[in-house]
C-alpha cells in the first residue's frame, strides 16, 4: 500500500494565513489589470485553494489590501516639521495614485454604488485625515469643521492628480506644490475658524 503524500499546502496554513496568502496574490495581480475584472477562480488558481465565496468579495477585500498599503506609506516621521510632513505625504500619495492610477480611478468613481467598497474608502478616508491632522499637531479631538476641511483638500488632491494623468499637461512638481501651497492656505484658515487660540499649532508653511 502506498503510503499518502504530503498534505496540501493550503491544509498546512491556518484560515488566516490562506486568507492573507489570496489577498497577496490579488494585490500582485491588480498591479496589472482592472482590479474589476479579478476573479476568485484566477486568485484560486495562483496560491492553488479558494477562500473568497464571490469575486465581489474577493475585489473587495483586495481594495482593503491596498488601502493599508496606501496608510503604511503615508506614516511620516513624527520628528519631521508639519510642512515637511505634510509634503512627504502628498508626495507618498501621489506617488501611491501613480503606480496604478485606473484602479485607483475605479474605486473612487464606483464606491457611491457599492457599499462595501465604500465602507473601505469612508474607513481610510478617515484615517488620511487623521495622519493629516497628527502632522499639524492637532489630532487630539479635533474639531468637526476642521476635518471637514482636510477632507475637502484630500478630494482636491485626488481628483487634480488623477485628471493631470490623463496627459501630464503641467510638470509633476509644479502640481505638487500648487497642491502644497493650498493646504498652507485652507488650514491656517480652518484652525483660524474652527479652534480656539489655545489650540491653533503652527500652521505649514507654503512650498518655496
Not at 20 to 49: C, H, N, Y
Not at 62 to 88: H, I, K, N, T, Y
Request: glycine share 6%; proline share 9%.
Amino acid at each position: 500500500m502506498s503510503s499518502a503524500g504530503p498534505p496540501s499546502v493550503s491544509r498546512r496554513l491556518d484560515p488566516d494565513a490562506r486568507r492573507r496568502q489570496l489577498l497577496e496574490a490579488g494585490f500582485e495581480l491588480i498591479q496589472s489589470r482592472p482590479f474589476s475584472q479579478l476573479t476568485a477562480d484566477e486568485v484560486a488558481k495562483a496560491v492553488g485553494f479558494h477562500c473568497f465565496p464571490t469575486n465581489r468579495d474577493l475585489q473587495v477585500a483586495v481594495v482593503r489590501v491596498a488601502a493599508g498599503e496606501l496608510l503604511s506609506r503615508l506614516e511620516m516621521d513624527p520628528d519631521l516639521p508639519p510642512e515637511e510632513r505634510l509634503g512627504a505625504g502628498l508626495e507618498a500619495f501621489v506617488s501611491f495614485i501613480e503606480t496604478q492610477p485606473a484602479n485607483y480611478l475605479a474605486v473612487a468613481r464606483s464606491v457611491g454604488s457599492e457599499p462595501a467598497l465604500m465602507e473601505v474608502f469612508e474607513e481610510t478616508r478617515e484615517a488620511v485625515v487623521d495622519l493629516i491632522l497628527a502632522a499639524i499637531g492637532l489630532d487630539e479631538n479635533p474639531h468637526p469643521g476642521l476635518r471637514i476641511v482636510v477632507r475637502g483638500w484630500i478630494a482636491m488632491v485626488e481628483e487634480s492628480v488623477l485628471h493631470w494623468l490623463e496627459g501630464s499637461p503641467v510638470p509633476r512638481q509644479e502640481l505638487l506644490g500648487f497642491l502644497q501651497r493650498a493646504a498652507a492656505t485652507m488650514l491656517p484658515d480652518a484652525l483660524v475658524t474652527f479652534s480656539s487660540p489655545a489650540d491653533r499649532p503652527e500652521a505649514p508653511a507654503a512650498a518655496g
